[in-house]
């Protein structure tokens, strides 16, 4: 986190998951359950960025990449019993890849005490599929090509008074 001044601050976070040697189910052939050795790579990085134009307005920003790439090395059947065997005969490419990208923003002012106004802008992208891009920054690039969803939302929250709203009507 670096703080640049009062109003302004950043911070990145990148967390890394690798899993070397891990089982777990492939694909299903004909009645054939196939499982996998394989190695999945998890990274996720996340950029928050905060600015503050005065005590009751501020802006956040976040940005989050999620990638998880599966690389089977080594295929087993299911048996009845619970148990593995080998299956060097089953050569479909079951890898895996997934990325998520998102932004969030949102404006928020507070405009009387308890009283927001709330601007909302999000964006999100998935891209999935078989070929494993190793690459981090080819697999960003890969991800933001992708289709993208885009909302913007805006909010207004309130806060009545009831004993104010009880006392001018008692008046009135």
Request: with cysteine; glycine share 6%.
């Amino acid at each position: 986190t670096y703080r640049f001044n009062s109003r302004f601050s950043l911070s990145h976070r990148v967390n890394l998951f690798p899993r070397i040697n891990n089982m777990g189910y492939a694909s299903t052939l004909c009645d054939d359950i196939i499982f996998a050795n394989r190695r999945i790579n998890t990274t996720e990085s996340i950029l928050n960025l905060k600015y503050s134009f005065n005590n009751k307005m501020g802006l956040t920003l976040r940005g989050r990449h999620y990638m998880s790439a599966v690389e089977n090395r080594k295929f087993f059947s299911l048996q009845q019993d619970g148990g593995l065997v080998d299956n060097p005969s089953f050569t479909q490419n079951a890898d895996r890849s997934v990325n998520f990208f998102n932004i969030d923003m949102v404006y928020t002012w507070q405009f009387a005490p308890g009283s927001f106004i709330n601007l909302v802008w999000k964006n999100a992208v998935v891209n999935s599929g078989n070929a494993v891009e190793t690459n981090y920054f080819k697999n960003l690039g890969e991800t933001l090509d992708a289709d993208q969803n885009n909302n913007l939302s805006f909010k207004i929250i309130y806060f009545l008074d009831y004993l104010k709203l009880k006392k001018v009507k008692r008046e009135g």
